[in-house]
């Protein structure tokens, strides 16, 4: 099946910092989210992001699908940003949505 | 809009015991989505319906687990009986269009087996 790989696993700012996380997969997409996983377990939904660039407020992300990798932008980064976050992604011919690695961020005044 | 509506939110049983989860999707959403996911993990789907047709059971284990939804709009996953193994959130999701459309989340159930 699908690889998908993220980059860094963990990662401490402090905060008014910015960073970029990386998602690389294996096979091509035709559906690829980035969702924020709140301390509490929430799945929030960032952006829905197969190919083309968005930008919302302090986050932007960009997918490059002919080369196999996204990438989240965070600007400006608060205490709020901390949690998990995960790129998923649903393998062209397929019908799954299948989760990567995450990355561990914690933001720290 | 209401979101994804999921409970119970918290859930304690003992092994070998029945436990079912309930899901409201948000309204109009013909895909609805069941994921488990265990600590430290992403999220892994157990069953996607459309309306409420299965389009894929394919990693939910059948033995234990099984889900319906009646009238293409809440849903319910059953777990019996459960096994230490099975502790983790689970997790219901919703979107207005097939596995192409961006997908909503509920809260989740935590559920841990003693």
């Known amino acids: 099946g699908i690889q998908v790989e993220q980059s860094p696993p963990d990662l401490i700012l402090q905060e008014g910092a910015n960073s970029t996380l990386r998602c690389n997969f294996s096979?091509?997409?035709?559906?690829l989210q980035w969702f924020h996983q709140n301390p509490w377990g929430q799945l929030i939904n960032l952006f829905y992001?197969?190919?083309g660039t968005k930008q919302n407020g302090r986050l932007s992300a960009t997918t490059v699908a002919t080369e196999r990798y996204s990438l989240l932008y965070i600007s400006s980064s608060q205490t709020t940003d901390s949690g998990v976050y995960f790129c998923a992604v649903v393998p062209g011919g397929g019908n799954k949505l299948t989760f990567g690695t995450g990355t561990q961020l914690k933001v720290e005044l | 809009e209401a979101g994804v509506a999921q409970s119970p939110r918290y859930k304690i049983i003992e092994k070998r015991q029945s436990v079912a989860f309930w899901c409201n999707p948000i309204?109009?959403?013909?895909?609805l989505y069941w994921y488990q996911q265990i600590l430290g993990q992403g999220p892994k789907l157990l069953i996607q319906?459309?309306?409420?047709?299965?389009?894929?059971d394919s990693q939910l284990p059948k033995d234990r687990f099984s889900a319906e939804r009646l009238k293409g709009v809440d849903s319910t996953l059953k777990i019996q009986p459960a096994k230490l193994e099975d502790s983790a959130v689970y997790l219901c999701?919703?979107?207005?269009?097939?596995?192409?459309?961006?997908?909503?989340f509920g809260p989740g159930t935590r559920l841990l087996v003693l």
């Open positions: 096979d091509s997409v035709n559906n």
């Open positions: 319906f459309q309306n409420n047709g299965v389009v894929d």
């Open positions: 999701a919703s979107s207005s269009m097939d596995y192409r459309g961006t997908q909503y």
């Open positions: 992001i197969p190919s």
């Open positions: 309204s109009g959403h013909a895909t």
